[in-house]
C-alpha cells in the first residue's frame, strides 16, 4: 500500500489510517490507494478503482490519482487560481501605471520647487533694490516698497498652493500602494472568532493547542487541510483572565489554501457543538473593514425598512467585492 498502491507482505503496526469512505482500517494486504491532494487513504474498490487502473498507477510513476470528493473541487480550485492570476497581472499592471504617475508628479514637483528658488532670488533682488530707494530718500519709496511687498506675497501664496496641491496628489499613489501592499499582506490571513482559550500554562502548549483546535476544524468542514498548511498562528489582542476568547488569526501557506476553506465555511452548521459558533472570516485592512461597517450599517437599515417583514439584509462576498445581499427570513 502506497500512494501509487505498491504492497509489500504483512501488516504494519499501528497503522491508524482508515479508509474515508468504509471507515475500516487500510492494511499493508489492501489493494489502497491515496489522494494525492487531502492525503487520505481509501480501498481501490471504494472508490470504484478498477485492478487494471489499480496496477497501471502502481507502475506508472507520472499518473496521479485524487479521490471523487477532491474531483469535484478540481474545477472550482482550477477557477480560483485563474482568478487569482488575473488578479494579479491587473494588480501589476496597476503598479506600473501609478508608478509612472509618480514620476511625472516627482518631476512636476522638482519644477515648482526651481520655480520657488527663483522667485526667492527675484524677492532677494527686489528687497535690495528696495532698500536703495529708501536710501535715496524718494517721496515714494515707501509706497513702492508695499507694492512689491504685497505682490511676492500673493505670488508665494499661489506656488504654496500649487505645491501643496502636487503634495496631495503625490500621497494618493502612496496609499493606494501601502492599502495594496497591506492587503497582500493579508491574502492568506483568515480569522478565527469564538474559539475557546487554552489553560495551559506556557504560551508555546497554548499555541499548539490552537493549532490543534484549528486542525479539528479542518476536518469538520472537510476543507481539505492539515497543520502543516498553517503557516503562523496567534491570538489577537492582550490576554485577560475572565475575557472573551480573543480572535485566533491563521496564516496559510497560500491564497489556495484560504479559498478552500472559506468555501468550506457553510459547513460549520453542520457540525458538532464544538465547531458550530466558530465564525470564520477574512482578514481584512481598516479601509476594509470601514467598508464592511458602513454596508452592514446599510443593510441593517434596509431590513428595518422592510414593512412587509418577509426579507433580511446581509452583507456577502470577500473584501473589495462585497454587496448587500436579499434573504427570505426563515420560518421560527
Not at 498502491?5 to 497503522?15: F, Q, V, W
Request: hydrophobic fraction near 30%.
Amino acid at each position: 500500500m502506497s500512494r501509487k498502491g505498491s504492497t509489500s507482505g504483512g501488516k504494519k503496526e499501528d497503522r491508524s489510517d482508515r479508509c474515508s469512505d468504509c471507515s475500516k482500517i487500510v492494511t499493508d494486504r489492501d489493494a489502497a490507494i491515496q489522494c494525492e491532494i487531502c492525503e487520505v487513504w481509501f480501498h481501490a474498490g471504494c472508490q470504484n478503482v478498477s485492478d487494471e487502473a489499480y496496477k497501471a498507477l502502481k507502475e506508472i510513476e507520472s499518473l496521479h490519482w485524487y479521490c471523487d470528493g477532491c474531483n469535484r473541487g478540481a474545477s472550482k480550485i482550477l477557477h480560483m487560481m485563474s482568478a487569482i492570476k488575473e488578479r494579479q497581472e491587473k494588480l501589476d499592471h496597476d503598479f506600473g501605471i501609478m508608478k509612472q504617475e509618480v514620476i511625472v508628479i516627482k518631476q512636476d514637483l522638482e519644477m515648482l520647487m526651481q520655480k520657488t528658488t527663483e522667485i526667492g532670488q527675484e524677492v532677494k533682488e527686489l528687497k535690495a533694490e528696495t532698500g536703495l530707494q529708501q536710501e535715496g530718500g524718494g517721496s515714494g519709496s515707501g509706497t513702492f516698497a508695499d507694492m512689491v511687498t504685497k505682490q511676492v506675497e500673493i505670488h508665494m501664496a499661489t506656488v504654496h498652493e500649487e505645491v501643496k496641491g502636487v503634495q496631495q496628489t503625490l500621497s494618493e499613489p502612496r496609499e493606494q500602494a501601502r492599502e495594496e501592499k497591506d492587503k497582500e499582506n493579508r491574502a492568506n490571513n483568515v480569522i478565527l472568532y469564538r474559539i475557546p482559550e487554552s489553560d495551559a500554562d506556557t504560551p508555546d502548549n497554548r499555541h499548539k493547542e490552537d493549532c490543534h483546535f484549528a486542525t479539528q476544524l479542518f476536518n469538520a468542514v472537510n476543507s481539505g487541510l492539515v497543520e502543516d498548511d498553517i503557516v503562523k498562528a496567534f491570538r489577537l489582542g492582550k490576554r485577560q483572565a475572565n475575557a472573551a476568547p480573543r480572535p485566533l488569526l491563521l496564516q496559510l501557506g497560500s491564497r489556495m489554501a484560504k479559498s478552500l476553506l472559506m468555501n468550506s465555511a457553510y459547513k460549520l452548521q453542520d457540525t458538532t457543538a464544538k465547531f458550530r459558533n466558530v465564525v470564520i472570516a477574512h482578514d481584512m485592512t481598516v479601509k476594509e473593514r470601514q467598508e464592511c461597517k458602513e454596508l452592514v450599517d446599510r443593510a441593517k437599515e434596509k431590513t428595518e425598512e422592510d414593512t412587509s417583514g418577509n426579507w433580511v439584509y446581509k452583507v456577502r462576498g470577500p473584501p473589495g467585492q462585497m454587496k448587500i445581499v436579499r434573504f427570505r427570513r426563515t420560518q421560527e
